[in-house]
């Protein structure tokens, strides 16, 4: 599972998809930090975005670059510690452009719980499911 967060440390702009009244959501999204299965994220407690995740924390993402995509889906936890949440809004040059203080945003973490790489280029193309824990599926 490991080359999935590789990709995802160089491809951190990842679409986003939340589900509200069985209506899918997507939304690009940065990834801000990642430490082993968990990745990151800050939003503005006023967007649609916060009050689906709140209710349904059920997320998917997608990451894409060439002939190589990875989907990674998981919950979204509120559970972000208060030196974290800093250190996200220091490191990003334009929370503090959009935002006066690091208050001003609510962050959560994606708890992965599966994964899926992809790579149409070789041949043959590779192919691998992952689930936290447990080798890939090819």
Not at 47 to 61: D, Y
Request: a negative charge.
């Amino acid at each position: 599972m490991e080359k999935v967060f590789d990709f995802l440390e160089k491809h951190r702009d990842v679409a986003f998809a939340t589900v509200e009244a069985e209506r899918p959501g997507i939304r690009t999204f940065r990834i801000m930090k990642r430490e082993g299965r968990n990745l990151w994220f800050a939003t503005a407690p006023r967007k649609a975005v916060c009050r689906q995740l709140r209710k349904n924390p059920n997320v998917e993402l997608l990451a894409m670059d060439g002939d190589v995509s990875v989907r990674v889906a998981g919950q979204a936890v509120f559970d972000v510690p208060d030196a974290v949440c800093r250190e996200i809004y220091a490191d990003n040059p334009v929370l503090p452009r959009l935002y006066a203080k690091y208050t001003d945003l609510v962050y959560f973490r994606l708890s992965v719980r599966e994964a899926d790489y992809y790579d149409l280029a070789p041949d043959p193309l590779v192919s691998e499911h992952y689930v936290c824990g447990e080798e890939p599926e090819r």
